[in-house]
Every structure is written in structure tokens, then in C-alpha cells.
């Protein structure tokens, strides 16, 4: 089986890349990318320009896994025109190769893409808040319509709030928290703190990915989320305490009620992850990684 990765640069590809070439063999791995990876099977194309390539290039290839994309690092590049359109651009033009052996799409697309709800499941309405999660949606589609078209099968799977190490090339709540941990720094608590959020660590994400290249799925589209939410308080207090870190916790009063993210993940057990890792090895982890990073040089 060979197989095409987009997206290896990123967070969630650089890890898939690794276990997708342990998996399978390197050569039978292909990463389309803007810039040659060491150690991997490249095909190069600066600036997300496709239309310069054979478009014969793939014919051999009986997995597309699209994890490329354009993710915003903050709210506000969620709307970044260009960049969000980008998504969309990029996508039509890979789905333009001719791909004679292609048998499965993976395309991994977002939580962003749903309406605000309470719990969040595969039936939840879309109804995306930003022009981020719109293309991510729009996608979906054309995924969907070349799947149809070509008679293959295909799986999109809606990542949710992923950690582990590496995320912190995202400016989130929870790798920003680690950080200042880790540095001593003062951390702050807006309002109380109830709100709830649910993680998945990396490896379960890239668990699922691999497990989706071999598994028929009833239902294409599956939520890749962690299923026991924990309070904002009660985490900086879980970081706090495996980081073994003295810091002062700062209130800052809001007058802004952050909302909930909760997520059903019942579908995602029953197909491709059975098992979750334990959210407090995966923040010890994650935690380790960041005092190593962020130690001095002299140090490390």
C-alpha cells in the first residue's frame, strides 16, 4: 500500500509522518510538501503551487491523507481571507492529480466546522462562526463529491483540542499555561474558572488517522476528541501540581462567560480508538518535553 500525506510539517502530520513510515516503510510513504523533509520521501511544491506538477505524479498511490491546511494560530487569523481561502485552493488542486490507484481519502478537518451546542457529537449542525471553519466545511464537500464521483470510499475526521508536545506552536490556553509554569511566571485565571474543556493527546490522534486508512466506516465523518472534560481551574491546578512549580495564580474578573466544549466521543471508541491515553500522563509528558525546551543551554 502506498500512501500520500499532506500536511507533514504541521503539528499532527509530523507525527503522523513518523508512525505512518514505522507502519509501512518509508518507501512506501510519500509526503507532498512546500519544503523537503529529512528523512521522508518528498515531492516539493513552494508555495502550495500545484499547478506546475504532473499530474500524473500520484498514479501509484492507493491512500490520499489530506492533512495539510492552513490553521489558524490565534482568533484573529481564523478569518484570515488569503489564508483560509487557501484551504480551499490547495484542496481543489490536489484533487485535480489523476490518481489511477486511489482507493481512500482521509481529510482532517475540524470542530470548527459545527454550531455552538452544549455536547458536541457527529450530529451536532454545522454551522461554522469563522471563515477558518467554513473552508475546512467546504472541503468536506468537495472531498465527499470526488469520493462519489470516483466510487472510492472516504473518511473526514473533525479533530477536536489536541495537546502533547509540539503544540506549542499554537498560541492556546493550555501549552501558553505549561509555559509559564514551567518559567515560574505568574499565570491568570479569567473569571472562575468553571468552564469546561476536553483534550486528546497527539498519539491518540495519530492513532486514529492510521487506524482510519484500514477501517470501512459506517459513517464517514468522525469526531477525534478526548471524552472527559475538565474544568480551566481544575487543569492549571493538575499543571501546577505535576510540574512541581510554586506560581501564583492571578484572578482576573470578566465580565464574559466563556462557554463549554464538550464532546460525545463515543463513535470515535467505537471505530478507531477504543482506548484513550490518561490525561494527566499525557500533561506530565507534555510538561517534560516543555522543561527541556524551555530550559537554558547551559542546562540541557
Known sequence: MKILLTGAGGFVGGHLLQRLMLKYGADNVVVLSSRALEGAQCV??????????DKSLFNDVDVLVHAGAYTPKNARQASDLQRC??????????????????????????????????????????????LYGASKLYCEKMIEAFSVERGI??????LGHIYGPG????????????????LGHPVQLFGSGEELRSFIYIDDVVTSLINAV?????????NVVGGSPVSIKNLIEKIIHIAGQAVD?????????????????????????????????????????????????SAR
Open 153 to 158: 470510499s472516504h473518511a473526514i475526521l473533525r
Open 44 to 53: 516539493t511544491a513552494p508555495d502550495y503551487e500545484l499547478s506546475a506538477l
Open 85 to 130: 481561502g487557501l484551504n480551499v485552493s490547495v484542496t481543489q488542486e490536489l484533487l485535480g492529480f489523476e490518481f489511477l490507484r486511489l482507493k481512500k481519502v482521509i481529510f482532517t478537518s475540524t470542530l470548527d466546522v459545527y454550531a455552538s451546542a452544549d455536547l458536541i457529537s457527529e450530529a451536532t449542525p454545522v454551522g461554522p462562526a469563522t
Open 214 to 222: 484500514t477501517t470501512e466506516l459506517a459513517s464517514p465523518i468522525v
Open 249 to 297: 495564580v492571578i484572578p482576573q474578573p470578566t465580565t464574559v462567560k466563556g462557554r463549554d466544549f464538550v464532546f460525545d466521543n463515543n463513535l470515535l471508541k467505537r471505530t478507531l480508538l477504543p482506548t484513550e491515553f490518561d490525561f494527566e500522563q499525557g500533561l506530565a509528558v507534555e510538561i517534560d518535553y516543555m522543561k527541556r525546551k524551555l530550559a537554558p543551554a
Open 167 to 182: 503544540e506549542e506552536a499554537y498560541q492556546k490556553m493550555l501549552p501558553l499555561t505549561i509555559a509559564n509554569v514551567v
